[in-house]
T-cell receptor, first 111, second 114 residues
Framework: DTGVSQNPRHKITKRGQNVTFRCDPISEHNRLYWYRQTLGQGPEFLTYFQNEAQLEKSRLLSDRFSAERPKGSFSTLEIQRTEQGDSAMYLC?????????FGNGTRLTVT | AQSVTQPDIHITVSEGASLELRCNYSYGATPYLFWYVQSPGQGLQLLLKYFSGDTLVQGIKGFEAEFKRSQSSFNLRKPSVHWSDAAEYFCAVGPDSYGQNFVFGPGTRLSVLP
């Protein structure tokens, strides 16, 4: 069990640029989740995959956000035309049933 | 909709003192309940979970939690706090009725005095 891996750990970008984050889940886990966490808050659900199928998306996930999980392995989360309000920690988690196992997150700063 | 409240935003205790962090939830069925801990700049680590059975569950690092259905609570306890326990603690419930989403509380920040 090598744990959930997220890259990069930190990303600083200018407003209007596109960014992409990657998540490598625990290998036998079929479910993969993306959460967003702002300072002083708990994680907020963004989206969830079961294998390669994206089964649920939050209303928080605007049209500028897209997530993929090709072949049911790693996942990417892309944010287009970033805004300052997108600055947050983006957490990935995976599970086989319960509970969730989290990565260390990608901290995004939009300047 | 499911929700989780953690009434205490910040708690300070002295090292060696006992600790109780409160968690209340709203859930339509029998919930799965979790406590996670997060150190600054890190992801969340699972402390313990409740699915069914014995309402007092033991976790890692000497933590325990008690499920009380009548009070819709799942409070986290530790008899003697160590300085390394200083962190943010999150209570979570799930999955929700729509699928597999887990809902997290806003967190309680624990500070430990030497």
């Amino acid at each position: 069990d090598t744990g959930v891996s997220q890259n990069p750990r930190h990303k600083i970008t200018k407003r209007g640029q596109n960014v992409t984050f990657r998540c490598d889940p625990i290998s036998e886990h079929n479910r993969l989740y993306w959460y967003r966490q702002t300072l002083g808050q708990g994680p907020e659900f963004l989206t969830y995959f079961q294998n390669e199928a994206q089964l649920e998306k939050s209303r928080l996930l605007s049209d500028r956000f897209s997530a993929e999980r090709p072949k049911g392995s790693f996942s990417t989360l892309e944010i287009q035309r970033t805004e300052q309000g997108d600055s947050a920690m983006y957490l990935c988690a995976s599970s086989l049933n319960s509970p969730l196992h989290f990565g260390n997150g990608t901290r995004l700063t939009v300047t | 909709a499911q929700s989780v409240t953690q009434p205490d935003i910040h708690i300070t205790v002295s090292e060696g003192a006992s600790l109780e962090l409160r968690c209340n939830y709203s859930y339509g069925a029998t919930p799965y309940l979790f406590w996670y801990v997060q150190s600054p700049g890190q992801g969340l680590q699972l402390l313990l979970k409740y699915f069914s059975g014995d309402t007092l569950v033991q976790g890692i690092k000497g933590f325990e939690a008690e499920f009380k259905r009548s009070q819709s609570s799942f409070n986290l306890r530790k008899p003697s706090v160590h300085w390394s326990d200083a962190a943010e603690y999150f209570c979570a419930v799930g999955p929700d009725s729509y699928g597999q989403n887990f809902v997290f509380g806003p967190g309680t920040r624990l500070s430990v005095l030497p």
